[in-house]
């Protein structure tokens, strides 16, 4: 929210009109020749490369021209967090990549010899402070030139559309006559078709609480595949991405610009009534939903068909994780337990609260049966599971 005084809310202006927006038959950028070349020299000489697709590589509807240059070179493919589900259904998709991404993902990236960025901006997230992606081995491509290099130092930069930037490339290596298996083929590719991310865990659940990661997977598997998904801020949110499967780049919408907590139900509210023909999922924590009980409502005033799972462990959890290693108390960030689903009751939503797995499949599949409205799951986790990629993020800083 942006809070603008009245009086100059009353002011008046001169009206002056929008400058024209670029024709839809203006043709797209492609990088220079001679970069292109230069790119070329260090594809050919790579062993293990990853295509790494950001924001702007969705912008510009570059899916098709990334994948056929990483079948050309035998490339596994990635995404930026905000790029999720850009290569969704590609079985050589490591996911996001960065402190959100799978273990599998933290595991393979540092392996890859040469990264090739498309429309990513390389910030501490998914570089994870250079220790998943070293600036020497990126070629980055972005139709900004600003963009080039601004967080992180890179071997090459190529200015241009990403699609157009990528076909090139693909037609000079076709020109050399350069086909190469790269990572296809090796125990690399073997472990990626065979990972399985719910498996990856040993749920941590104790009487009356779950473990978030189990509520994850289990949505994962009970909600329909095509879906739009966001989560807000906080200790959770490093949970919901590893585990979920994003059906694609539209079906993910960030709602951690900001690094601020309660954004994300008020997100949810757009994402349904911009997409009715898809369930929203939402994850909040429950202090980020004592800050947003009023989108609740308009979620049920509008009758929007979003389930929200609250991950509730009675707290702010980044602040308990962040203070208690500090030896500080965490008493002030702990306010215990509130019954979040009699409150969305209440307001007119279906509810139920998760004390085990079996409380979640019962009311998820009761409410797909045909429930109309939102779905409120009041979660009670386990507040002993602790996400590593929170401990990490706060080391850096």
């Known amino acids: 929210m942006i809070g603008i005084p009245v009086d100059v809310q009353q002011d008046e202006s001169e009206w002056h009109d929008p400058p024209l927006g670029p024709s839809s038959n203006t043709p797209r950028s492609r990088s220079a020749a001679s970069?292109?070349?230069?790119?070329?020299?260090?594809?050919?000489?790579?062993?293990?490369?990853?295509?790494?697709?950001?924001?702007?590589?969705?912008?510009?509807?570059?899916?098709?021209?990334?994948?056929?240059?990483?079948?050309?070179?035998?490339?596994?493919?990635?995404?930026?967090?905000?790029?999720?589900?850009?290569?969704?259904?590609?079985?050589?998709?490591?996911?996001?990549?960065?402190?959100?991404?799978?273990?599998?993902?933290?595991?393979?990236?540092?392996?890859?010899?040469?990264v090739l960025a498309f429309g990513a901006s390389l910030?501490?997230?998914?570089?994870?402070?250079?220790?998943?992606?070293?600036?020497e081995s990126v070629?980055?491509?972005?139709?900004?030139?600003?963009?080039?290099?601004a967080n992180r130092r890179v071997r090459l930069g190529l200015v241009g559309d990403a699609a157009e930037t990528a076909a090139a490339l693909t037609a000079e290596l076709v020109r050399r006559g350069h086909r190469a298996t790269g990572f296809r083929g090796t125990p690399v590719e073997q472990q990626l078709r065979?990972?399985?991310?719910?498996?990856?865990?040993?749920?941590?659940?104790?009487?009356?609480?779950?473990?978030?990661?189990?509520?994850?997977?289990?949505?994962?598997?009970?909600?329909?595949s095509e879906r739009t998904i966001t989560y807000d801020s906080g200790h959770f949110h490093w949970f919901p991405t590893p585990y979920l499967a994003v059906p694609d780049a539209a079906g993910f919408v960030a709602a951690q610009g900001f690094q601020s907590v309660g954004i994300a139900l008020g997100t949810a509210v757009g994402a349904a009534a911009a997409r009715p023909?898809?369930?929203?999922?939402?994850?909040?924590?429950?202090?980020?939903?004592?800050?947003?009980?009023?989108?609740?409502?308009?979620?049920?005033?509008?009758?929007?068909?979003?389930?929200?799972?609250?991950?509730?462990?009675?707290?702010?959890?980044?602040?308990?994780h962040h203070f208690e290693p500090m030896g500080?108390?965490?008493?002030?960030?702990?306010?215990?337990?509130?019954?979040?689903?009699?409150?969305?009751?209440?307001?007119?939503?279906?509810?139920?609260?998760?004390?085990?797995?079996?409380d979640l499949e019962q009311a998820v599949t009761k409410w797909l049966a045909g429930s109309q409205g939102p779905l409120v799951l009041d979660c009670k986790v386990n507040p002993r599971v602790r996400s590593e990629g929170l401990q990490e993020a706060f080391r850096q800083h």
């Not at 035998?74 to 273990?103: D, Q």
């Not at 500080?328 to 004390?355: C, K």
Request: glycine share 12%.
């Open 35 to 114: 970069d292109i070349e230069r790119a070329a020299d260090l594809i050919t000489a790579s062993r293990r490369p990853l295509v790494l697709a950001g924001r702007g590589a969705v912008l510009a509807n570059a899916r098709t021209s990334l994948e056929a240059l990483g079948d050309q070179i035998g490339a596994l493919y990635a995404t930026s967090l905000v790029a999720n589900g850009f290569f969704a259904g590609h079985p050589l998709s490591l996911g996001v990549c960065g402190g959100f991404g799978s273990e599998l993902a933290h595991t393979v990236v540092p392996q890859s010899d040469l």
């Open 123 to 135: 910030n501490q997230w998914t570089t994870m402070h250079g220790r998943l992606i070293d600036g």
């Open 328 to 358: 500080f108390s965490p008493e002030l960030v702990q306010f215990g337990d509130r019954d979040l689903a009699g409150v969305a009751r209440a307001l007119g939503a279906a509810a139920a609260a998760v004390r085990s797995i079996g």
């Open 277 to 320: 023909d898809r369930i929203a999922l939402v994850f909040i924590g429950d202090g980020g939903t004592l800050m947003q009980l009023g989108e609740i409502d308009a979620l049920t005033a509008q009758g929007l068909r979003v389930v929200v799972a609250i991950l509730n462990d009675g707290a702010f959890g980044a602040e308990v």
């Open 139 to 149: 070629v980055q491509c972005d139709a900004d030139p600003a963009a080039i290099g």
């Open 194 to 224: 065979a990972y399985v991310p719910g498996e990856q865990f040993e749920a941590n659940e104790e009487d009356g609480l779950v473990d978030p990661r189990s509520v994850v997977v289990t949505l994962n598997r009970l909600l329909p």
